[in-house]
């Protein structure tokens, strides 16, 4: 898949670094770049979502690489999931510290 060779490349990523972001292999993306074999559609669906597109545009299908849905403005970015994800796995400890390093923050903002 020629399109997520570009998309990665756009986004200055290496194939390391996307593999990390998706939480696959190195060498999965490899495969998926060079033809060698296809992601899933729940990886599909993670990449589409990341790179901002549709699956259609990553597969092919189309040469529209837009949405082709209206995402609400109240809906998580990937990356947005991601850190909540992430903050959600933390101790409650941590998840204080954080809470008072974005209270810092706002006060000084």
Partial sequence: ????????????LTQQQLADI???????IH?????ICSPT??????MAE???TSIDYLVGITDNPHRYENISKDALTF????????YRSLSPVTQELIQQVISEHEKKA
């Fill in 22 to 28: 998706l939480n696959v292999s190195q060498q999965s």
């Fill in 41 to 46: 559609i729940e990886g599909l669906r993670d």
């Fill in 79 to 86: 990356s947005e999931k991601r850190l909540l994800t992430y």
């Fill in 31 to 35: 495969k998926y770049e060079n033809g």
């Fill in 1 to 12: 898949m020629k399109r997520i060779l570009e998309l990665r490349q756009k986004k200055k």
């Fill in 50 to 52: 990341f790179f901002d």
